[in-house]
């Protein structure tokens, strides 16, 4: 089958891959703050994507999803990033694994073109989900300094 085949090619490529977007990351000017978090921290979240993403695509629950994107945009918000730089660093991943499928070029026939179809859309909706999660983590992340923060203005208000 293409799309389990499609899948082992990325997942043993993902070293490569990794690097085209840390390199993307670091030049890139609408993820400025990228350029000085900790480079084995960015590599090693970019390559679990790339390497376990048979195991990503098949998850079919959200937890797993949740704990991990919902502690990224935890994590990213705690360090100053900017939410639009961190949503911009997933698309980036999406869109390099993207040209990367579309690359490789193991498609021979009509039904390996439907199947490769399908795999991108499972990889759209697994950087959706992703995507949902990393923004309610940050958000999450948030609210409370938020509400801290405007409490005591309420008060001198007064």
Request: cysteine-free.
């Amino acid at each position: 089958m293409l799309s389990a085949r499609l899948i082992r090619v990325i997942e043993e490529h993902a070293e490569p891959l990794t690097r085209g977007v840390l390199d993307d990351l670091a030049a890139n000017p609408r993820t400025p703050h990228y350029h000085d978090l900790p480079p084995d921290e960015l590599h090693r979240r970019v390559y679990d994507v790339y390497h376990n993403l048979g195991r990503w695509l098949g998850e079919k629950t959200e937890e797993h999803l949740e704990e991990t994107y919902g502690g990224l945009g935890r994590n990213r918000y705690r360090e100053g990033v900017p939410l639009s730089e961190v949503v911009y660093a997933l698309v980036l991943i999406k869109e390099h694994l993207r040209e990367y499928i579309r690359a490789v070029g193991l498609v021979d026939s009509a039904v390996e073109l439907y199947l490769e179809e399908e795999l991108h859309l499972s990889i759209g909706s697994f950087f959706d989900r992703a995507l949902y999660h990393m923004v309610k983590g940050y958000e999450t992340e948030a609210t409370p300094r938020a509400a801290v923060s405007a409490a005591p203005r309420t008060a001198r208000s007064r």
